[in-house]
């Protein structure tokens, strides 16, 4: 069966420093791979998709970037992270028009 | 542009009773999945149910049900006999053909003892 695993679960960072998020799947071939950002309290806001190693599509400008060196591997990253970045990060994957699966989420804290 | 519209932010249901959350969506495609997925307080993402637009039939699973009416873009859940362990938030969800899916706002759902 298809597993996704994400890590960390909780991550406090101060400002300034760097990120590295990282989701894996396993059981599946050439998932289509997402991060999401999710607000307290609010919907899901789509960063980053892919549908394939080193193709990253981008949604939205901003202090972050994704990269996907393995087929079933997704990193969520940052050089200097700014306060706005706080948030629940959840990656998924999906086959075409099938349903998403979810990993945990990992929620990050800047101070 | 496709749009997944939620207009009932809150939720709130007696236990054992019956509740609809309502979606409606936005698109031009004619071929077209939509989900909803619920979120309880340890935020994973559980998908509850899916409906394929070319289904005329509604999808059932357990005591949820969807209301898809294809013609007013609209896709409601129905939560029949509700439990306790139904309170959460609760997402509508779209995805037609490219590999973006669009979610709504979501509706929180209180389930009362």
């Known amino acids: 069966s298809q597993t996704i695993h994400q890590w960390p679960a909780t991550l406090v960072q101060p400002v300034g420093s760097p990120l590295s998020l990282e989701c894996t799947v396993e059981?599946?071939?050439?998932?289509?791979l997402y991060w999401y950002r999710q607000a307290a309290g609010r919907g899901l806001q789509l960063l980053f998709y892919?549908?394939?190693?080193?193709?990253i599509s981008s949604e939205v400008p901003q202090n972050l970037s994704a990269s996907r060196p393995q087929d079933r591997q997704f990193i969520l990253s940052s050089k200097k992270l700014l306060l706005s970045d706080s948030g629940f990060y959840l990656c998924a994957w999906s086959v075409l028009n099938q349903p998403q699966h979810f990993g945990d989420g990992t929620r990050l804290s800047i101070l | 542009a496709q749009t997944v519209t939620q207009s009932q932010p809150e939720m709130s249901v007696q236990e054992a009773e019956t509740v609809t959350l309502s979606c409606t969506y936005d698109t031009s495609e004619s071929d077209y999945y939509l989900f909803w997925y619920k979120q309880p307080p340890s935020r994973q993402m559980i998908l509850v149910i899916r409906q394929e637009a070319y289904k005329q039939q509604n999808a059932t699973e357990n005591r949820f049900s969807v209301n898809f009416q294809k013609a007013a873009k609209s896709f409601s859940l129905k939560i029949s006999d509700s439990q306790l362990g139904d309170a959460a938030m609760y997402f509508c969800s779209f995805g037609a053909g490219t590999y973006k899916y669009i979610f709504g706002t979501g509706t929180r759902l209180k389930v009362l003892a």
């Open positions: 059981g599946t071939s050439n998932p289509n």
């Open positions: 892919s549908v394939g190693i080193g193709q």
